[in-house]
């Protein structure tokens, strides 16, 4: 069926360091989702992407989207203690009325 | 806006008990979705609603869960009876259909533990 990989699932880094989290399906997606999730909170919309070879910034989070729109990674420079929590890749397969799978996760943890 | 609302935040039942869950989404919003997300993982989709209908419930354990969104606005999830793998946080979403806004918006959820 339908599944969507996400890794590393664990990610320690020193403050300042560079982080990417990796997210493949085996089918081709109409559009991804990411979402971060800090502890004990819920999931938060931060963008979709949906075209082929799509990259959009959002301040030092970069986002992008494969040519085969397979796979996309999340890529954070210079991590501060505000970016720990858990961020999701959802992809959707169903167009405007499709519904989320998400992946499992990369949990994000960030040493001052 | 108002977020989405969900009550109750906490929730201890014996297995074997019933319980339900209520969702309040963002007013608007006609598309509506309810997750379990068991602790370390990533939502899985239960039921997603287009207004009072039913669009995609192919995850939901029918013998157990059941939902419903009668006046297109408001849902309730109901298990019953509950087993011990159905300690999860049950997390409703819903999302604006068509324009420029994609993203689902999420309640706080409501976490779930069966003794």
């Known amino acids: 069926g339908q599944q969507v990989m996400q890794i590393p699932q664990y990610q320690h880094v020193q403050e300042g360091e560079d982080f990417t989290t990796y997210c493949n399906s085996s089918?081709?997606?109409?559009?991804i989702q990411w979402y971060k999730q800090r502890p004990g909170g819920h999931p938060v919309f931060l963008i979709q992407?949906?075209?082929?070879?799509e990259v959009k910034k959002q301040k030092r989070l970069t986002f992008q989207f494969g040519e085969a729109k397979k796979n996309s990674s999340l890529h954070i420079t210079a991590t501060q203690t505000t970016d720990v929590g858990t961020y999701f890749c959802a992809g959707n397969y169903g167009g405007s009325q499709g519904n989320l799978i998400f992946g499992k996760g990369t949990k994000l943890s960030v040493k001052p | 806006e108002a977020g989405v609302a969900q009550s109750p935040r906490y929730k201890i039942i014996e297995k074997r008990q019933s319980v339900a869950f209520w969702c309040n989404p963002i007013s608007g919003h006609a598309t509506l979705y309810w997750y379990q997300q068991i602790l370390g993982q990533g939502p899985k989709l239960l039921i997603q609603f287009q207004n009072n209908g039913v669009v995609d419930d192919s995850q939901l354990p029918k013998d157990r869960f059941s939902a419903e969104r009668l006046k297109g606005v408001d849902s309730t999830l109901k298990i019953q009876p509950a087993k011990l793998e159905d300690s999860a946080v049950y997390l409703c979403a819903s999302r604006h259909t068509g324009g420029n806004v994609y993203g689902y918006t999420f309640g706080s959820g409501t976490r779930l533990t069966v003794v």
């Open positions: 089918t081709t997606l109409s559009n």
């Open positions: 992407l949906v075209k082929s070879g």
